[in-house]
């Protein structure tokens, strides 16, 4: 047996880059075989309007899955015994934490798989329909009963909820993750580029605070988000799809619920709560994206609807200036849960 230090220190980093590794192979394969299938769609930002491989997502869990049960495989065959840094409960939660991503990921790539890329706006499941297909990615975390049941209320300070967490506010947590950032999406390198930001912060502050369970989950997310950020940011060659942005809503849901870190993940999702509120002053149904106009992109509308709105409805930003602002924007927001 290997000296438990060397175990504790080295295993992450090991699967962290056979995680990043996995990530970036399968994603130059996945870019092939989607145009051999026909899965692509518009790339609504750019003049001409190119068709891009969708569902980028599934290499991303392809390596976080395989990330993980390396790192279990390490600690229970070379290590002595599982990891005792991670906790009692650990290779528990971290199964319905993968259970989780898992079933999230592939309601996801169902939305992906159906969506209509015939016309000019690419679309999928309905938004009814979306709350009640992820609320089955929940129910890993809700049977194992993951998270502290004491919660910190505004003007009551800290209350027991009981079985009202597990029943309650874990399927809330979920459901309301996934769709999150699921609203602010469809640039290049966007949803990647966020996600490496608030998946990187919450990993952190998770394992500052001991949390070292949350922790491997978010840092493992972080390596295989960087692997597939590089092909897709602008000009990106392949498209995260619904199967990445409903996996980055349930790393976060799983990171706040293991980690008991519910305040730092809320924090973090402060862009994505500006967006639900400016999407909805549009009634959901006002595009992102812009059209291109002397090299910059110009906003469809002169109110702003959508974060993007912000650059884009000066037309004097591009695409790859208006993703790098948003990142950090999600930076400077994600650095104050340090202040906690």
Not at 65 to 71: P, R
Not at 154 to 174: K, N, T, Y
Not at 197 to 220: D, H, K, P, S, W
């Amino acid at each position: 047996m290997l000296p438990f230090v060397f175990v504790f220190m080295l295993t992450p980093i090991i699967a962290g880059i056979i995680g990043f590794l996995t990530t970036f192979f399968a994603t130059k394969g996945f870019i092939r075989y989607a145009r051999l299938i026909g899965l692509v769609v518009k790339d609504q930002n750019k003049e001409d309007k190119p068709l891009i491989p969708l569902s980028g997502g599934l290499t991303v869990m392809a390596g976080w899955f395989i990330g993980i049960n390396l790192f279990i495989f390490f600690n229970t065959f070379i290590g002595n015994g599982f990891d005792p840094y991670l906790g009692d409960k650990a290779l528990t939660f971290l199964f319905a934490g993968m259970a989780s991503i898992m079933i999230i990921t592939f309601i996801g790539f169902i939305d992906d798989l159906i969506i209509k890329k015939n016309k000019e706006s690419s679309f999928g499941l309905k938004q009814w329909q979306k709350p009640l297909l992820t609320l089955v990615a929940a129910i890993p975390l809700v049977v194992v009963n993951a998270g502290v049941t004491t919660m910190t209320f505004p003007l009551i300070g800290r209350v027991d909820v009981g079985l009202f967490f597990p029943l309650l506010f874990v399927p809330i947590g979920v459901v309301g993750a996934a769709n999150m950032v699921n609203m602010l999406a469809g640039f290049n390198g966007l949803e990647s580029g966020m996600g490496l930001v608030y998946t990187g912060m919450l990993g952190l502050y998770a394992f500052v605070n001991g949390r070292n369970t949350a922790a491997l989950i978010a840092f493992m997310a972080f390596c295989c988000l960087l692997a597939f950020f590089y092909f897709n940011k602008y000009p990106a060659k392949v498209f995260p799809g619904d199967s990445l942005t409903y996996l980055l809503g349930a790393v976060i849901a799983s990171v706040a619920i293991i980690g008991n870190i519910e305040r730092a993940a809320l924090i973090v999702s402060i862009p994505f709560i500006i967006e639900f509120f400016l999407k909805a002053r549009g009634g959901f149904r006002k595009q992102s994206y812009g059209f291109y106009k002397d090299g910059k992109l110009q906003s469809y509308y002169k109110k702003i609807y959508s974060l993007p709105h912000i650059f884009t409805r000066t037309g004097k930003f591009t695409e790859r200036q208006v993703v790098y602002y948003l990142m950090l924007f999600e930076f400077v927001v994600s650095s104050t849960i340090w202040m906690l």
